[in-house]
C-alpha cells in the first residue's frame, strides 16, 4: 500500500443571484498530481436549486455539469481545454468566476485512494439524501 499523497479539491456550486452569494454545493473536482488523477462527480439538486430561484435554466446548468465532467476527463471532447495537462486543467476549472457556476477556493488534503477521498469528500458535502 503507499503512503498518503497531496491532493487538492475544490467544491462546484450553484450561485442562482451572484449579488446574494446563496449557492448550492453541486460536484467537487479532486486533482492528485502523484497519482496523475482528475475526476469530478456531481448531482443537480434541482429542488435545491429552484428554492433559491424558481425560473433558473436547469439546462444550462447540466450543460456547465457535462463540461466540468469532460474537462476532468480530458481529450477531444473536452475541447482545447481538454488537451492541456492535468494541473492546468485542475487550474482552469478552479479559476475564480462571478457566474451562476462557480468553484470554492482550492483546499488540500492527504489521502492514499483519490477516487475514495472524492467518494467521501461528495457524500460530506454535495449529496443530499
Keep these: 500500500m503507499q503512503g498518503n499523497l497531496l491532493f487538492e479539491y ?4 450553484i450561485v442562482p443571484h451572484v449579488e446574494r452569494e446563496e449557492f448550492v454545493n453541486t460536484g467537487v473536482v479532486l486533482y492528485c498530481a502523484g497519482l496523475k488523477f482528475l475526476k469530478g462527480k456531481f448531482e443537480l439538486n434541482e429542488s435545491r436549486v429552484r428554492a433559491l430561484c424558481s425560473k433558473i435554466d436547469t439546462e444550462e446548468i447540466r450543460h456547465h455539469i457535462d463540461a466540468f465532467d469532460r474537462i476532468c ?3 477531444d471532447q473536452a475541447g ?13 476549472l478552479t479559476s475564480t468566476r462571478s457566474t451562476v457556476f462557480q468553484t470554492s477556493r ?13 467518494e467521501h469528500l461528495f457524500q460530506q458535502l454535495v449529496s443530499v439524501g
Design 80 to 92: 482545447p481545454i481538454g488537451k492541456l495537462s492535468l494541473p492546468e486543467r485542475f487550474r482552469w
Design 10 to 13: 475544490a467544491v462546484v456550486r
Design 106 to 118: 482550492v483546499h488540500p488534503g492527504l489521502c492514499s485512494d483519490p477516487e475514495e477521498t472524492l
Design 73 to 75: 476527463r480530458g481529450g
